[in-house]
């Protein structure tokens, strides 16, 4: 009896783990919100099919508390965004433009 509960614990175990790793990185996350709140800033305007497409690839189904982590790094970029210098607005726009074109979100 302890042998089986010991198997059924490891297993279980085993499968929350791994179902817990399964999602996106921190920097991932951050990095999405970044580019999302960069779009208006920006002046962009992103193919909506686009980044639904690249989230199918790099966001595993799984992970369901990405969208409230991405709001929540959205939010936070939006607001250091509204503090840019002229010079700052011109490197992360370059950036985020240069990022955009390379994920296809805009042409």
Do not use: W
Not at 23 to 35: H, L, N
Not at 81 to 106: D, G, M, P
């Amino acid at each position: 009896m302890c042998k089986r509960f010991l198997a059924i614990f490891i297993l279980i175990s085993g499968s929350a783990s791994a179902v817990a790793e399964e999602k996106a990185t921190p920097q991932f996350v951050y990095a999405m919100g970044d580019i999302l709140a960069s779009e208006a800033h920006c002046e962009l305007t992103y193919d909506q099919t686009a980044i639904a497409e690249f989230i199918s690839k790099n966001v595993p189904v799984s992970d369901i508390g990405f969208t409230g982590r991405m709001n929540t790094a959205t939010a936070a970029s939006k607001r250091i965004l509204s503090k840019q210098t002229v010079s700052e607005k011109t490197a992360q726009c370059f950036h985020i433009e240069n990022i955009a074109r390379e994920n296809q979100f805009i042409k």
